[in-house]
Antibody, heavy 115, light 108 residues
Framework: QVQLVQSGAEVKKPGASVKVSCKAS????????INWVRQATGQGLEWMGW????????GYAQKFQGRVTMTRNTSISTAYMELSSLRSEDTAVYYC????????WGQGTLVTVSS | EIVMTQSPATLSVSPGERATLSCRAS??????LAWYQQKPGQAPRLLIY???TRATGIPARFSGSGSGTEFTLTISSLQSEDFAVYYC??????????FGQGTKVEIK
């Protein structure tokens, strides 16, 4: 069955970077785009960007331009999202989601930014 | 940027009753509209895509309608497991997603 399994929770200091992984299984990794979405506690869903695992092409929400990088390793069917220059407002649960329709989601990764 | 506006923010409904949730786009998104359900501590779950097509395994009590700028999610007879937050999302200008702010369906 299709699964997206994300890496574990992270605690980072302001100014640091975090890299979250999303390992796909149950389907051909390069056949579906991967989206990244985040959600601060008690808040709504915020789209961060997209990556095509086949080509490596990416597109980022303007809010995150210059701070986010999405990459992949096709040999292990894993997508990555790296966010730099972290600040307290980046404390959130980060999700990966498959494809244009978002039909499968990872379980989420809590990133806490605190001094 | 397309702005998605959901109403109401909170909907109080008794079990067994019908719930009607609305979503409006600031410009036409054709039928490129999805609905998600999210329960506390869980990832969002896709309910509807293409404005009206139920995703795999979604019960028939969930239905979506609309096109262009006005959309509706209807839950025909609310079950206990349906109390959650619901988000609409447009993907008309893919690759970009925009979400509404969510509607919380709570027990009356």
């Amino acid at each position: 069955q299709v699964q997206l399994v994300q890496s574990g929770a992270e605690v980072k200091k302001p100014g640091a970077s975090v890299k979250v992984s999303c390992k796909a299984s149950g389907y051909t990794f390069t056949s579906y785009d991967i989206n990244w979405v985040r959600q601060a506690t008690g808040q709504g869903l915020e789209w961060m960007g997209w990556m095509n695992p086949n080509s490596g092409n990416t597109g980022y929400a303007q809010k995150f331009q210059g701070r986010v990088t999405m990459t992949r390793n096709t040999s292990i069917s894993t997508a990555y999202m790296e966010l730099s220059s972290l600040r307290s407002e980046d404390t959130a649960v980060y999700y990966c989601a498959r494809g244009r329709k978002g039909d499968y989601w990872g379980q989420g990764t809590l990133v806490t930014v605190s001094s | 940027e397309i702005v998605m506006t959901q109403s109401p923010a909170t909907l109080s409904v008794s079990p067994g009753e019908r719930a009607t949730l609305s979503c409006r786009a600031s410009q036409s998104v054709s039928s490129n509209l999805a609905w998600y359900q999210q329960k506390p501590g869980q990832a969002p779950r896709l309910l509807i895509y293409g404005a009206s097509t139920r995703a795999t395994g979604i019960p028939a009590r969930f239905s979506g309608s609309g096109s262009g700028t006005e959309f509706t999610l209807t839950i025909s007879s609310l079950q206990s497991e349906d109390f959650a937050v619901y988000y609409c999302q447009q993907y008309n200008n893919w690759p970009q997603w925009t979400f509404g702010q969510g509607t919380k369906v709570e027990i009356k």
